[in-house]
């Protein structure tokens, strides 16, 4: 089950679009960063709205499937976090991708979560914040509150 606590910082930091949009990446998207329905259907640019409580549904069901479910088998030490830690994990790869760990670009965090050194992972996700470009302060906020997830 996933912890609530996670959905939560998901929603906070993705926000809620009723009607399809396209993602940075150029996919098309609704609700809260969701690129397919409950029934595995992709999103398309045609599609109708959706209410914030489909969005949820869906979150839940993609983070689950995509990204608890990788994380949990390729974190280290995943089942001795606690579900503050596993949520702010979840979180950074939501929005930096669930095979981050050991991927080029992503050493220190892996680092850190190969090597247990679990006090310098708020540290670590400071790291990826990409400075300059126009995601940086919005990014700064999400990597603050991961950070305070993980330790609370």
Not at 25 to 48: C, H, L, N, Q
Request: net charge negative.
């Amino acid at each position: 089950v996933i912890p609530p606590q996670c959905l939560d910082i998901i929603a906070e930091f993705e926000g809620f679009r009723p009607t399809p949009y396209l993602c940075p990446a150029g996919i098309p998207t609704i609700g809260f960063g969701a690129t397919y329905y409950e029934d595995g259907r992709k999103v398309t640019m045609s599609d109708s709205a959706i209410t914030e409580p489909q969005g949820k549904r869906m979150l839940a069901a993609m983070v689950e499937k995509d990204f608890w479910n990788v994380l949990k088998n390729t974190i280290p030490y995943w089942e001795e976090m606690n579900d503050n830690q596993r949520s702010a994990l979840t979180s950074f790869a939501y929005n930096l991708g669930a095979h981050f760990f050991g991927s080029p670009g992503f050493a220190t965090v892996s680092a850190c979560l190969r090597d247990h050194a679990w006090s310098e992972i708020p540290a670590a996700f400071d790291l990826y914040c990409n400075p300059g470009s126009s995601f940086e302060a919005g990014l700064r906020r999400r990597r603050e509150a991961e950070g305070k997830l993980w330790l609370a």
